[in-house]
């Protein structure tokens, strides 16, 4: 044996401690780096996610109504007039929540709420509408889910403007508040209708 092969396999603790410090480094400079990116999404609003969406077409969709309801959705009823697409379930607590501004709402007959029912059971979406109340001028039953996800649904509710020529205007994610329709929606709605 060599005086090398001794030096080669001997570990000193000056060897030892740099691999020590990687060890070390590299959990914390990973861990440091997760929390800022936590802090970040913390200082984000949720509803102001953007979508790869916006100002393009509608997805490609056909759908037949909410069971008990006469006119399903298809991409080719929002063309021609500025609507809204409001994607709801019966089991979305969120969505009970605003509905009754979307029953106020179609009552004043401003813009044609639509609704794309996600991933519901048809007699519980069918139940929810007959006892809540029904602002939608059509529904879609999208009962697999497929659909939501070619419109980038994250969660319900959520709440598309689309403009005359079909295309995607503006997100909403959340419910809708009497704020939210005051200050962002309507005045899109407005605007929209001029073009």
């Known amino acids: 044996m060599t005086q ?15 691999r020590r410090g990687i060890a070390i480094m590299l959990p914390l400079s990973a861990f440091v780096g997760i929390a800022i ?6 200082t984000m609003d949720p509803s102001e996610v953007p979508s790869p969406l916006i100002d393009k077409p509608v997805p490609v969709f056909e ?8 006119l399903g959705l298809a991409s080719g009823d929002l ?15 969120a969505c009970r929540q ?3 501004l979307l ?12 609704g794309l029912n996600y991933k519901d059971k048809p007699d519980d979406a069918a139940g929810w509408l007959d006892a809540l ?47 939210d329709w005051v200050e962002k929606i309507r005045p899109l709605v407005e605007k929209l209708k001029t073009l």
């Open 4 to 18: 090398e092969t001794v030096l080669e396999n001997t570990d000193t603790s000056e060897t030892r401690r740099p």
């Open 37 to 42: 990116l936590l802090a970040i999404g913390l």
């Open 63 to 70: 759908l037949p109504p909410v069971q008990g309801r006469k």
């Open 79 to 93: 063309e021609g007039q500025v609507s809204l697409v409001n994607v709801f379930a019966s089991w979305c607590v």
């Open 98 to 100: 605003e509905h009754p």
């Open 103 to 114: 029953m106020k709402l179609s009552r004043q007959d401003f813009v044609p709420i639509h």
């Open 133 to 179: 109340g029904d602002p939608y001028t059509r529904t879609g039953a999208d009962v697999n889910g497929r659909i939501g996800i070619d419109w980038g649904v994250y969660g319900v509710p959520e709440t598309f403007v689309i403009d005359k020529n079909g295309n995607i205007a503006y997100k909403h994610i959340g419910p809708i508040s009497e704020q």
